[in-house]
């Protein structure tokens, strides 16, 4: 953080941090406003963060259930990267990244966005011909991936496991090396800060149990704080947005599933990259802390509980143990699970709705951390404007209608 000196610091942590100033404020909630976002995550705040600052509207609320990055945000496992199939896709994830590289200074607030790059493992000849399809694909919509075979591997990633006879051989990869991971929690207290700044009211345990909507148009919204009076209400809710969509009688084409990780024991830097077989449902990267962090496939059934089933993870320890023999002995610390709204066609909804002024910004299922500046960009032009962004014009709910649907099971990884 760069407002504080090493002197700050130190009086802070003889004070026991008593002396902190708050990163942002904790308002009481008023009677209306100009617009309302349903959802603290990093997507949420974002909207409201470029609502403020490019579109010049003050008179906002955020109204969070739980904390701000309680959800999906906090809980992920922050991998960023652009390497989708399609060129809508293409176009909206690359503009994420590109809002990445500058989003420390943006925010002024240290959002560690390390480009260490991400490799996606081939298995098999089939996966390796539909890999290096998504590379002609990513270098035509001029987004940076290469293919990379054993010998590079082994010099990108000294633990892989490159013996042939394995359950999974490796094949190859591709490599996307823009790409990397980033610190989730910063992510949200970033963009929370900057709101703030600009005016933006952030409203935490306020949980939304109602739309108020009279003749086709969004008046207002019902919390457990009390009845707040808006024209303009942006639903940014992830796993709970079809609980939300119920509330004004809309039914989203989506479905929620847990979705897990875990992290190891702190151990020295043995992971320089990021490494994930689509294959078999399970990714490996390292925090700074020295945890290796890892992820499966989503649990198959629909709830919304944020826990997961022992099965899952056991066959994603298998093939990370497989794919990575050092992690053996590792013992694993924590494991936790985050619900995820997936779409049919594994993209996500921007939409306005057949309710006037209201909007969804849904459906990014496992993949939605990597999106957040691009998404809170392109959605605070929709709601701002009432005109979709061209970027995410290509993902309103009319695409179910039409069938233009832009599938991303492939790229969309570990997920489906
Ligand atoms: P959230 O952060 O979930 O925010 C939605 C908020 O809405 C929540 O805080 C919730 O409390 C609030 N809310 C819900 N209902 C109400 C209500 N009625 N009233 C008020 N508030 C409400 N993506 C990647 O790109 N890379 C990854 O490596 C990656 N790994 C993942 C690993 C796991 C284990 C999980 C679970 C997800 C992963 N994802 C990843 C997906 C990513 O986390 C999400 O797509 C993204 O964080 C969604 O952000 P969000 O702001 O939309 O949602
Ligand atoms: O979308 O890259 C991704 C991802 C990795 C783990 C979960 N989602």
Not at 17 to 34: E, I, K, V
Not at 113 to 126: C, E, K, M, T
Not at 162 to 171: A, E, G, Q, T
Not at 176 to 189: E, N, S
Request: proline residues 6%; glycine residues 10%; charged residues 15%.
């Amino acid at each position: 953080m760069a407002n504080y000196s090493i002197l700050t610091l130190a009086r802070n942590a003889l004070q026991r941090h008593r002396g902190w100033p708050q990163a942002w404020r904790s308002p009481t909630l008023r009677p209306s406003y100009d617009a309302v976002i349903i959802g603290g995550g990093g997507h949420g705040l974002a909207t409201a963060y470029y609502l403020a600052k490019l579109h010049g509207m003050r008179n906002i609320a955020v109204l969070e259930k739980g904390w701000i990055g309680g959800g999906n945000t906090g809980r992920n496992t922050t991998i960023v990267r652009s390497n989708y199939l399609n060129p809508e896709s293409a176009a909206i994830y690359d503009h994420a990244l590109n809002l990445w590289e500058g989003l420390s200074q943006e925010l002024n607030f240290n959002v560690m966005f390390s480009q260490r790059g991400v490799i996606n493992l081939a298995h098999d000849p089939g996966e390796e011909r539909e890999l290096r399809r998504r590379i002609y694909a990513n270098q035509l919509a001029g987004v940076d991936a290469e293919w990379v075979g054993p010998t590079q591997l082994s010099e990108l990633c000294p633990i892989l496991n490159l013996d042939p006879n394995i359950r999974y051989p490796v094949m190859g990869g591709t490599l996307q090396r823009r790409a990397g991971v980033a610190r989730h929690d910063a992510v949200a207290w970033g963009y929370a800060r900057g709101a703030d700044r600009h005016g933006v009211h952030i409203i935490q345990n306020c949980e939304v149990t109602g739309l108020d909507i009279r003749e086709g148009r969004i008046e207002g919204v019902q919390t457990s704080q009390g009845a707040i009076r808006t024209p303009k209400v942006g639903v940014v809710a992830a796993g709970h947005s079809s609980v939300l969509a119920a509330m004004a009688d809309i039914r989203l084409p989506l479905d929620s599933h847990p979705l897990q990780a875990l992290v190891s024991e702190p151990v020295k830097p043995v992971m320089p990259t990021v490494i994930m077989s689509n294959k078999v449902h399970a990714y490996m990267s390292q925090s700074d802390k020295g945890e290796l962090v890892i992820g499966a496939g989503i649990d198959p059934y629909n709830s919304y509980t944020q826990r997961g089933s022992l099965p899952v993870i056991e066959e994603t320890i298998r093939a990370i143990v497989e794919l990575f023999p050092i992690t053996s002995r590792l013992k694993m610390m924590r494991q936790w699970a985050g619900i995820v709204d997936i779409c049919p066609d594994a993209s996500p909804i921007i939409s306005a709705t057949p309710v006037k002024g209201l909007y969804f910004n849904c459906g990014w299922g496992t993949g939605g951390f990597k999106a957040t500046p691009g998404s809170g960009h392109v959605f605070a032009h929709t709601l701002a404007k009432d005109a979709a962004h061209p970027i995410n014009a290509p993902f309103a709910l009319e695409r179910f209608y039409s069938g233009a649907l832009v599938a991303e099971h492939g790229a969309a990884a570990v997920a489906h």
